[in-house]
């Protein structure tokens, strides 16, 4: 269906792979578009500005916000994360599907903001593999770990105001379901209620004309 993209939120623990999840769909369909976020934290190792994250000093994140430059930010684990605004809107006006890979504070201000967008929560099967997750990264250090572990504990009690969730089992069963929810999401009545209009008001001409 032509016109606006939809807007899909995706969060998840640390360690849930919601960040392989995103390259792959990326990878295999052209109808999204990734909205790269603002941080104030460190790159990793392997880490690009402007691929990865836009790598950004604090005050230059809080004129950001003053500017209303960010569509939603947060904060998490002592640093400042947010969506640039011009992009999603830009690619959204193209009809590019825009995926926002974000955490739950940023998600629910998103579904305040655009009631519309659709939210999926990524799960790892069990809690211990997301401890085994973030070890295997080798990344952070073990106090940082167990602050993400905490975080995870926490986001876990806003799951239910996600739209869908994805176990994700495995990485192409996965991205597959995604993408078929995508589309399935794309098709609910309440999402498309320019549609629905249209047709309620040619019934009305047709009566008009055949009495
Ligand atoms: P990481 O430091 O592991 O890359 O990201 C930490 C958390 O911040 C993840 O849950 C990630 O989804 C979230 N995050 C990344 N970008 C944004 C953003 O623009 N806004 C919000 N609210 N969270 C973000």
Same mark, same amino acid.
């Given at each position: 269906?032509?016109?606006?993209?939809? *807007?899909?939120?995706?969060?998840? #623990? &640390?360690?849930s792979g919601k960040g392989t999840i995103c390259k792959e769909l990326?990878q295999r369909?052209?109808?999204? &578009?990734?909205?790269?976020?603002?941080?104030?934290?460190?790159?990793?190792?392997?880490?690009?500005?402007?691929?990865?994250?836009? %790598?950004?000093?604090?005050?230059? #994140?809080?004129?950001?916000?003053?500017?209303?430059?960010?569509?939603?930010?947060?904060?998490?684990?002592?640093?400042?994360?947010?969506?640039?605004?011009?992009?999603?809107? =830009?690619? *959204?006006?193209?009809?590019?599907?825009?995926?926002?890979?974000?955490?739950?504070?940023?998600?629910? !201000?998103?579904? +305040?903001? %655009?009631?519309?967008?659709? *939210? %999926?929560?990524v799960?790892p099967p069990?809690? !211990? +593999?997301?401890?085994?997750r973030? /070890?295997?990264?080798?990344?952070?250090?073990? +106090?940082?770990?167990? /602050?993400?572990?905490?975080?995870?504990? =926490? =986001?876990? =009690?806003?799951?239910?105001?996600?739209?869908? *969730?994805l176990i994700n089992d495995d990485l192409n069963e996965t991205v597959t379901r995604l993408h078929?929810?995508?589309?399935?999401?794309?098709?609910?009545?309440?999402?498309?209620?320019?549609?629905?209009?249209?047709?309620?008001?040619? %019934?009305?001409?047709?009566?008009?004309?055949?009495?």
């Amino acid at each position: 269906m032509a016109g606006r993209g939809l *807007l899909l939120v995706i969060s998840g #623990f &640390a360690g849930s792979g919601k960040g392989t999840i995103c390259k792959e769909l990326m990878q295999r369909y052209d109808n999204y &578009a990734f909205s790269v976020s603002a941080t104030t934290r460190d790159p990793r190792p392997g880490e690009q500005d402007g691929v990865d994250y836009f %790598f950004i000093p604090k005050e230059r #994140f809080l004129e950001m916000i003053e500017a209303k430059e960010l569509l939603e930010y947060a904060q998490y684990v002592s640093n400042y994360y947010g969506t640039p605004r011009k992009y999603v809107e =830009e690619k *959204l006006l193209e009809g590019k599907d825009v995926i926002l890979e974000i955490e739950c504070q940023g998600a629910l !201000q998103v579904k +305040e903001l %655009f009631p519309e967008a659709v *939210l %999926f929560f990524v799960m790892p099967p069990n809690v !211990q +593999e997301i401890y085994n997750r973030l /070890k295997g990264r080798g990344t952070e250090t073990e +106090e940082v770990i167990l /602050k993400r572990m905490k975080r995870g504990q =926490e =986001e876990a =009690e806003t799951i239910a105001k996600y739209d869908y *969730l994805l176990i994700n089992d495995d990485l192409n069963e996965t991205v597959t379901r995604l993408h078929e929810t995508v589309n399935s999401a794309r098709n609910a009545a309440e999402r498309n209620k320019d549609l629905v209009a249209r047709i309620r008001e040619e %019934f009305v001409s047709f009566f008009k004309e055949h009495g």
